[in-house]
């Protein structure tokens, strides 16, 4: 409601590895977190502004928290400036040091296919830290927020993230806060 309500389209996908058609549907990311959800999100979003005359293809913007803020983090790696700005918040940056920052240790393990250490590249695929130098680099304005006391996904990712959109003088902004 808070972008609808000065006008804006606001679109909310229902990719896979949500919970709204099953457990099948759930699980069709696992080991494929930047695959098959991506893909639902970009081809969504395509249909919707091919269908909707009225909307505008050069004024797109992503918005997403939590797992939506990785999908954020991840598309800022992957859409090749498809996006015109960005909005991460509590989004995941760098799958191996998140696990060793989470107090949550299941979801990645089951994700990922074991540890860090024992599934390097479970945790290297769709980690977006190390594609922030491919694809003509971050480019996509972006406001990363984040909640110093969120312990799944703790505010140092964001802090990651944040870091390397300024190295790479993409235009960003960092919200912080303290008690959330």
Avoid: C
């Avoid at 990311?29 to 909707?52: C, F, N, P, Q």
């Amino acid at each position: 409601q808070t972008f609808s309500a000065p006008g804006y389209v606001s679109v909310m996908i229902n990719p896979r590895g949500s919970t709204g058609f099953g457990q099948k549907f759930t699980e069709e990311i696992t080991g494929d977190g930047g695959g098959k959800a991506t893909d639902d999100l970009m081809a969504g979003l395509e249909h919707v502004l091919v269908r909707y005359p009225f909307t505008d293809k050069t004024r797109v913007a992503a918005a997403g928290g939590s797992y939506g803020g990785y999908m954020v983090d991840w598309l800022e790696s992957q859409s090749r400036g498809r996006f015109r700005a960005l909005i991460s918040h509590a989004g995941v940056y760098d799958l191996t040091s998140m696990y060793g920052a989470t107090e949550e240790l299941w979801f990645p393990e089951h994700e990922f296919g074991g540890t860090p250490w024992t599934n390097v590249s479970g945790y290297q695929k769709f980690s977006p830290h190390l594609y922030a130098g491919e694809f003509g680099k971050f480019k996509t304005p972006t406001l990363v927020l984040a909640g110093e006391q969120d312990y799944r996904v703790p505010y140092t990712q964001s802090l990651e993230f944040f870091t390397a959109l300024q190295r790479q003088n993409v235009p960003s902004r960092l919200v912080l806060f303290p008690d959330e």
